[in-house]
């Protein structure tokens, strides 16, 4: 079976992003980029289907900028066979990614499309579910656990106090959680390889999107700061303090 | 305006994520009807009609809404969806499940997480993991929101008598078939819905530890949580984790343990209403958030701690 996989370019999880004082966006300029740890948990799990003989291929996807092609090539170094970069200078929302990949996916036909649940900068986490609505296809979120069966998969779902599992009929969409898996790491001889693994570029035009964003961005600022606090000398002076003066437990 | 906003419930009853989001409604202004979709979900229908501020339910009554399979409930709030100038879900693991793809069918731009209504088509939501408060303004037609509870008060359960109306159409997409679900039989709440959280860090050292933990959570009905720290040196589960890149909390009070405080921690539980921190290094930035610090040791602090509740 073929496997679609979505990566992000995203700023690295480490770094902790500030709005410009201007408040008109954050100030990414110098930050460090990386490829979306969502992604990367989408990208290990195809590629353990892989390994499982369950997948014969792998493509990578990312849409976004030129250097979009780095997170790319980390999916290759991780085991995607081949990707395709949707090239953008503009932002892109979630419906028009979705829009793009729809489009990806009528060309493909991938199997199994797997992404991640959400990206850690837009925290949207809507991707997958208008994939799904848009391909017609069914859609496994949340998932900690993928087995592919005859024409059908099953995705354990992380739902809020538990876990759901569900069948879907083939090609299904998949997005990730963090507990489906822990990433490898990319070897220095697989990152040599993926230098030379096939990638393709096209643009939201060439695949028919209108992706003018919907939403706009009025304003960006950072959250409400904690007023400082207090030091309590011991424990019953918490208690006391939690008790009384916040009155949070009683 | 007319707002739909999707229920939170599990047939029998009505969720109470449903109540923050019939505020966030409010908030909006207009009428606010109440899509019940479910199977002999009378009973969570009658208690919506009852909330105070819901003009009408709708009730979806049939097999295929069963489970709310997203397939299938997202059919139907495309079909009628257009007849409303908003529709809101709550960010629980349902709504978020739900609302995009209904949002996609309708060609709307779903907007997430909503903290604030700012009017009619503009509302404030976090991104960069809380780092960063945006206000955005939709140009669709109809709004797609998810409601984040913890942003909004809940409405009261009495006091309304909304008009019940039954659906007729039934839209079954027929891809995706419920199997089953485990659903955490633990006595100590769900972490994203808890009203006081403790979490543990690496300062804990070891798993076994966490048991300190697990017994002061039970005098306080606490959920447990942990930091990044605690869950990569296999301490405890992927699923305890409060960060970034793990679960979004926002409990009453949270109590953070031999945490240091690292920013991918802090992006998932600052916007705590009261925040402890227990920790023997008086450097640790947690301190920094915390409303109330406590140097310590917490081998002997939390023990105290357990005996003083």
Do not use: W
Not at chain 2, 159 to 186: H, K, N
């Amino acid at each position: 079976m073929k496997i679609l996989v979505a990566v992000k370019r995203v700023v690295d999880y480490n770094v902790k992003v500030r709005p410009k004082s201007d408040g008109t966006d954050v100030d990414i300029a110098n930050a460090k980029m990386s490829i979306n740890p969502f992604c990367e948990i989408a990208v290990e799990e195809a590629v353990r289907l892989k390994e499982k003989g369950v997948a014969t291929e792998i493509i990578a996807v990312s849409m976004g900028p030129k250097q979009s092609q780095e997170q790319i090539r980390t999916a290759m170094a991780l085991g995607a066979d081949r990707g395709i970069l949707v090239e953008t200078s503009e932002e892109l929302q979630p419906l028009a990614v979705a829009k793009c990949l729809n489009a990806i996916v009528a060309k493909e036909s991938p199997d199994l499309i797997i992404m991640g649940k959400q990206t850690i900068d837009g925290d949207n986490n809507q991707t997958g579910q208008m994939l799904g609505a848009l391909a017609g296809l069914p859609q496994g979120t949340f998932a900690s656990e993928v087995s592919v069966g005859e024409g059908k998969v099953s995705v354990i779902r992380e739902v809020d106090g538990g876990l759901q599992t569900v069948e879907l009929t083939l090609p299904a969409i998949v997005t990730t959680d963090l507990r489906l898996n822990e990433p490898r790491y990319a070897s220095l001889p697989n990152i040599m390889k993926a230098k030379k693994k096939p990638l393709d570029t096209t643009t939201p035009e060439e695949l028919g999107v209108d992706a003018a964003p919907r939403v706009q961005t009025l304003k960006v600022e950072p959250p409400a700061e904690r007023q400082a606090g207090i030091k309590v000398a011991d424990v019953a002076e918490l208690v006391d303090k939690l008790k009384n003066e916040a009155k949070v437990i009683s | 305006m007319s707002i739909l906003v999707i229920a939170e419930h599990d047939n029998a009853s009505l969720k109470g994520a449903t109540l923050n989001v019939v505020t966030a409604a409010k908030a909006i202004g207009g009428d606010i009807e109440v899509l019940v979709a479910g199977s002999n979900c009378g009973g969570a229908a009658e208690a919506a009609a009852k909330v105070e501020g819901v003009a009408k339910v709708l009730v979806a009554d049939n097999a295929a809404y069963e489970h709310q399979l997203a397939e299938n409930v997202a059919l139907l709030i495309a079909e009628i969806g257009k007849n409303y100038t908003h529709i809101l879900a709550p960010s629980t693991s349902n709504g978020k499940n739900i609302a995009p793809r209904a949002a996609a069918l309708l060609d709307v731009q779903a907007i997430s997480d909503i903290i604030s209504v700012e009017s009619a088509d503009t509302f404030k939501r976090p991104v960069y993991a809380g780092n960063v408060i945006a206000t955005v303004q939709s140009s669709d037609a109809v709004k797609v929101l998810s409601v984040r509870g913890t942003a909004f008060d809940a409405a009261a359960t009495e006091g309304g008598s909304a008009t019940v109306e039954t659906l007729a159409s039934v839209t079954d997409a027929g891809i995706s078939t419920f199997v089953g679900q485990e659903l955490a039989v633990s006595d100590r709440p769900e972490l994203t819905a808890a009203s006081i959280v403790i979490s543990g860090g690496r300062g804990m050292q070891n798993g076994d530890n966490f048991e300190m933990l697990y017994k002061v959570a039970d005098k306080l009905g606490a959920a447990v949580g942990a930091s990044r720290a605690a869950v990569d040196a296999g301490f405890v589960p992927n699923d305890m984790q409060v960060g970034q890149t793990g679960k979004i909390v926002a409990p009453d009070l949270y109590v953070a343990v031999g945490i240091s405080g690292a920013i991918q921690h802090l992006a998932g539980m600052k916007d705590s209403k009261v925040i402890v921190a227990i920790n023997k290094d008086e450097e640790a930035p947690i301190f920094q958030v915390a409303d109330y610090g406590l140097v310590a040791d917490l081998f002997e602090a939390v023990p105290e701690l357990e005996g003083k509740l």
